[in-house]
C-alpha cells in the first residue's frame, strides 16, 4: 500500500508519460498491465499509483520501491524492453526520475484556532 511519510524507507519512482488525448486510455490500461505482469513481482516493489491528468495529455505512475536497487532490477528485468517498446507507442515523451519525500504537510484539523 503506498504510504507517503519523511524519512521513510522507500524511494518513490515518479515518471510522467505525456500522450495524444486519444491515447491517454490505453496507456493508462498499458501501464496497469505492466505493473500488474511486471513490476510488482519484483522483490522490493511496494506499491504503484497510476494518476491520469484531467486535460489528458498526461499519465504519471508514481511508484515506490524498497530501495534504489529495487528499482535497478525491475528495469533490468528481462520483459521491460518489449513492455517499454509498447509504451513508447502511445507517448510523446516522458520524464522518470527517483525521489526521496522532503516534507509531509497534513491538512489543519477544523478544530484548531487560527
Known amino acids: 500500500m503506498a504510504s507517503i511519510g519523511k524519512g521513510g524507507p522507500v524511494v518513490t519512482l515518479i515518471n510522467v508519460h505525456i500522450c495524444r488525448p486519444q491515447d491517454q486510455e490505453r ?19 511496494v506499491s504503484a ?11 504519471t505512475n508514481y511508484a515506490q520501491y524498497e530501495s534504489q536497487e529495487a528499482v535497478a532490477a525491475a528495469w533490468s528485468h528481462p520483459a521491460v524492453p518489449a513492455f517499454a517498446e509498447r509504451v513508447g507507442l502511445l507517448v510523446v515523451s516522458f520524464d522518470a526520475h527517483l525521489y526521496e519525500v522532503a516534507d509531509v504537510i497534513p491538512p489543519q484539523r477544523s478544530d484548531t484556532p487560527r
Do not use: C, M, Q
Not at 28 to 34: D, F, K, N, T, W
Not at 49 to 59: A, F, M, P, Y
Open 49 to 59: 499509483s497510476i494518476h491520469k491528468s484531467l486535460d489528458g495529455v498526461r499519465v
Open 27 to 45: 496507456l493508462v490500461s498499458l501501464l496497469v498491465e505492466g505493473v500488474e505482469a511486471i513490476y510488482r513481482h519484483v522483490p522490493g516493489f
